[in-house]
């Protein structure tokens, strides 16, 4: 479906002209209908599907007919993160390019007592769209700024990382200050129970549009080593000390592992920086634009930059951890090959997480091609899933002949044309 099949604005389709977005993605097209018909949203599907657009130009095309207060704030757009809000608040200012009655402000820590001001100012006086973190919106709110009475929509974006940071409280203190016919719009990659939970709370008989998560772009290159646990650091000096590193995002899963990984590869005269929930702001802002313009060649971080971070150009995603499903694993490779360029994804896969890389190749519905160790790291784990206690012990146990059963333990049940959220 083309945008100019859709019932937006007049200046929100110049916008798109302008910026060449000629055909919706599927997100897009099955969203914007609902959201401008009034109806509560709830949204999964990936990133690179175009979220943003789908949320941001309905909105914008509502507030463009001017039905709605001035110098009131009208939309309430949640983000988990700074940088998340500023890509978002980037987006929209080439989606409201020509609604010059239509004003926004970011709204996030991390900040010296000047900006402070600037969003005091700005909620103060109504913005019309408001983009901001939970817990820096919250301050606000407390001590006055700004009146929510009259917030015709709100928008959850990135749901399922707001919940795994721990805003749960925050996103339903902030929902008890807005009206109670406010349009509420959810959007998340995945969709865990507490997501299904926390819309029950918050929006009222919601569209639910879900899109299956696709496979990575064809053009990454995906390869794996099968190591043990202590062969890892090994195999990173041996994979840099024959070809220097360049765009290249290392992803663990523990912030330990990425300050051990840094301070590795800054042994080895590797320019590279950690990235991870430890910094402050003010380190993390730094050490995002210095991988961004190309004076930190390698970024060694957790899944806080996973998704929703607008990052080109990046040769090569390696996997230090087998990521804990295949959609995170879809997450992190899919940082590089973006804008049909090609990539490569490598990723690490010790024995305890075997069978953990099995379920991710049988959600590719491909093998994942294995490249032998070095041979002076030694022999690698065998690439079959490990038997755990219990299953040697059930091997043994004689057949059941009558009476009482044993016991049995249970098991635990990114120029394109059309926008896109990187």
Excluded at 391 to 405: D, I, L, N, V, Y
């Amino acid at each position: 479906m083309k945008f100019e099949e859709l019932n937006l604005s007049p200046n929100i389709l110049d916008a798109l002209d302008d910026m060449n977005f000629v055909d919706c993605t599927p997100i897009q097209e099955n969203c914007i209908p609902e959201i401008l018909e009034g109806r509560d949203v709830l949204g999964v599907a990936q990133t690179g599907t175009g979220k943003t657009a789908a949320y941001l130009l309905p909105i914008l095309s509502l507030l463009d007919d001017g039905c709605y207060n001035k110098d009131a704030i009208n939309c309430l757009i949640m983000s988990p993160t700074r940088e998340l809000a500023q890509q978002i608040d980037q987006v929209m200012q080439g989606f409201a390019y020509y609604l010059d009655n239509v004003s926004s402000v970011a709204v996030y820590g991390g900040n010296d007592g000047v900006r402070f001001e600037q969003e005091t100012k700005g909620l103060n006086l109504g913005a019309d769209v408001i983009i901001a973190t939970p817990g820096r919106f919250l301050s606000h709110i407390s001590m006055g700024h700004g009146d929510l009475s009259k917030v015709s929509f709100c928008v959850l974006d990135e749901a399922d990382r707001m919940l795994d940071m721990g805003f749960h409280e925050d996103i339903l203190n902030i929902k008890k200050y807005l009206p109670t016919n406010c349009q509420m719009i959810m959007f998340s990659a995945t969709m865990p129970e507490k997501i299904g939970a926390l819309a029950k709370k918050l929006l009222h008989n919601p569209v639910e549009i879900k899109l299956a998560v696709s496979k990575p772009a064809e053009k990454i290159c995906q390869t794996a080593y099968v190591c043990h646990e202590n062969q890892k650091i090994g195999l990173l000096k041996y994979m840099f000390e024959n070809k220097y590193p360049h765009r290249v995002i290392i992803f663990s899963s523990s912030k330990v592992k990425v300050k051990e990984v840094t301070k590795m590869l800054k042994h080895l005269h590797v320019n590279c920086d950690e990235m991870h929930s430890d910094l402050s702001q003010a380190d993390r802002d730094k050490v995002m634009y210095g991988f961004k313009i190309g004076s930190i060649d390698v970024l060694v971080a957790t899944d806080i930059v996973a998704r929703g971070i607008d990052i080109d150009n990046i040769s090569m995603v390696i996997n230090y951890d087998v990521p804990h499903d295949a959609e995170d694993y879809v997450h992190r490779i899919g940082r590089t090959a973006r804008a049909d360029q090609d990539g490569n994804a490598i990723t690490f896969v010790r024995g305890r997480e075997i069978g953990q890389f099995m379920q991710i190749e049988k959600f590719l519905q491909r093998e994942v091609s294995k490249v032998p160790l070095p041979s002076h790291l030694g022999e690698a784990p065998e690439y079959k899933p490990l038997r755990t206690s219990s299953s040697r012990r059930s091997s043994k146990r004689p057949p059941h002949k009558g009476g009482k059963k044993p016991y049995q333990h249970k098991k635990h049940p990114n120029k394109s044309h059309s926008p896109k959220q990187k």
